[in-house]
Nanobody
């Protein structure tokens, strides 16, 4: 069974940091693009950051560029999102996605993917 399971969300103060994890099971992340999206009720989903296991290319949305870093641990079949200098407007449900053979531009920019997890809530508040 193909599965993506996110963890690491929580409540953090503005300016703080969190690291989200996305563990894949039932398939290998090799030859996939993997990404992080977020969703706020009433707003359109946003593709934040994507990484290609094929060539290591990455994509960052302007809203998170310079603050968030995506990385991958092939041995653990897990992708991470390090989030620094968090702002209240970063509050959202964060979920990871994956798709075989996709480019990071197609996934994050075109918002196309084949698998997704249930998400982890991130709340930034004082």
């Amino acid at each position: 069974q193909l599965q993506l399971v996110e963890s690491g969300g929580g409540l953090v103060q503005p300016g703080g940091s969190l690291r989200l994890s996305c563990a894949a099971s039932g398939f290998r992340l090799d030859y996939h693009a993997i990404g992080w999206f977020r969703q706020v009720p009433g707003k359109e989903r946003e593709g934040l950051s994507c990484i290609s296991s094929t060539d290591g290319s990455t994509y960052y949305a302007d809203s998170v560029k310079g603050r968030f870093t995506i990385s991958e641990d092939n041995a653990k079949n897990t992708v991470y999102l390090q989030m620094n200098n968090l702002k209240p407007e970063d509050t959202a449900l964060y979920y990871c996605v994956a798709g075989p053979g996709l480019t990071v531009a197609t996934m994050c920019g075109g918002m196309k993917y084949d698998y997704w997890g249930l998400g982890t809530q991130v709340t930034v508040s004082s």
